[in-house]
Nanobody
Framework: QVQLVESGGGLVQAGGSLRLSCAAS????????MGWFRQAPGKEREFVAQ????????YYLDSVKGRFTISGDNAKTTVYLQMNSLKPEDTAVYSC????????????WGRGTQVTVSS
């Protein structure tokens, strides 16, 4: 079991920056990858970014590529999402998630943190 708790959300003006954090506890060393997802009002949850622990490779949603950066520590206890050049369309509840194996998808989820970008 892995527990995930997000923090760092808030209000920010368009063009500003925000850093989200996800604190992981439990069997964190068993995780294969960590990711960030978001869900805007009236829309389904969508993938934002992922980092794979073994390779350190990252993958991003096209619309955030070049603006967002995902990173994590070696102990797999914390994952970050640095968000720059924020746009109003980035407004959503952002959740972190953990995958236990390659090709398995995401098994564990946090409750989310609200990010609101004003125009």
């Amino acid at each position: 079991q892995v527990q995930l708790v997000e923090s760092g959300g808030g209000l920010v003006q368009a063009g500003g920056s925000l850093r989200l954090s996800c604190a992981a506890s439990g069997r964190t060393f068993s995780t294969y990858a960590m990711g960030w997802f978001r869900q805007a009002p009236g829309k389904e949850r969508e993938f934002v970014a992922q980092i794979t622990w073994n390779s350190g490779s990252t993958y991003y949603l096209d619309s955030v590529k070049g603006r967002f950066t995902i990173s994590g520590d070696n102990a797999k206890t914390t994952v970050y999402l640095q968000m720059n050049s924020l746009k109003p369309e980035d407004t959503a509840v952002y959740s972190c998630a953990a995958s236990s194996a390659a090709g398995r998808g995401y098994d564990f989820w946090g409750r989310g943190t609200q990010v609101t970008v004003s125009s």
